[in-house]
């Protein structure tokens, strides 16, 4: 059973691929179902595809297609700002495929060198291709300094970090440290202690106590512009 946000959702995005071959975009959906901000669709994005209405297409770097649809789909209202649905059930075997890139908030910038001030608000958005992303939530953030240079992360690259409170020994992660301070860095266990690693032999590892340290998301890819 889906909430009504999820099925007006659901519909409205079958109906833009119908129309245009595409998917709408992260603005277009927040405006059609009445939301304040796109993290909203996000999450109504992700219960789509655990319910199996929605999956990505391991062969179309995992683009986002259309299942099914529910068995009361021709019933349904339109979405805000739309005409009447005629919709039609999709069978798994003819799935409709959809963009391949999706847009993630920019946070802000982040130390690879000494730390400096806690993850921003949102200041952008960009646009990242699906491949390098799995389930789960992302976001984007800018890098500022040179102590990963080793591990190929340069000063003024974009980093896709993937949202999560956990990770494994020899991770890169986005750290914030006692409370105030994030920095990318990998994350070592030593024992009750954890070290946060740089690649840059110019910088130290920092050892800390297992409660100043709080993983706020893990490294998953990354983008750099050419000027």
Not at 46 to 54: I, S, Y
Not at 166 to 175: E, R
């Amino acid at each position: 059973m889906l909430t009504r946000k999820q099925h007006e959702l659901l519909m409205f995005i079958h109906e833009r691929i119908k129309e245009t071959g595409v998917s709408p975009s992260f603005d277009e959906m927040k405006d059609a179902l009445d939301l304040a901000s796109k993290s909203g669709i996000h999450r109504l994005i992700t219960a789509l595809e655990e319910r199996g209405f929605l999956r990505r297409l391991p062969h179309r770097a995992r683009a986002l297609e259309v299942v099914k649809l529910p068995q009361q789909a021709t019933a349904a209202a339109p979405p805000k700002g739309r005409g009447p649905f005629k919709p039609q059930l999709v069978e798994p075997s003819a799935p409709v495929a959809a963009n391949d890139v999706r847009e993630l908030p920019v946070l802000g910038r982040i130390a690879a060198g000494t730390p400096i001030e806690a993850i921003q608000h949102e200041r952008d958005r960009l646009q990242v291709p699906e491949t390098i992303l799995g389930a789960g939530e992302h976001y984007v953030l800018e890098i500022s300094g040179d102590s990963m240079i080793n591990a190929g992360i340069l000063d003024g690259d974009y980093v896709v970090i993937r949202k999560t409170d956990t990770a494994n020994s020899g991770d890169i992660v986005v750290a914030l440290v006692k409370g105030e301070e994030a920095t990318l860095k990998r994350l070592r266990r030593k024992g009750a202690s954890i070290a946060l690693e740089a690649a840059n032999p110019a910088y130290e590892t920092r050892i800390y106590g297992p409660d100043q340290v709080q993983v706020q998301g893990r490294l998953v890819g990354l983008i750099r512009r050419y000027h």
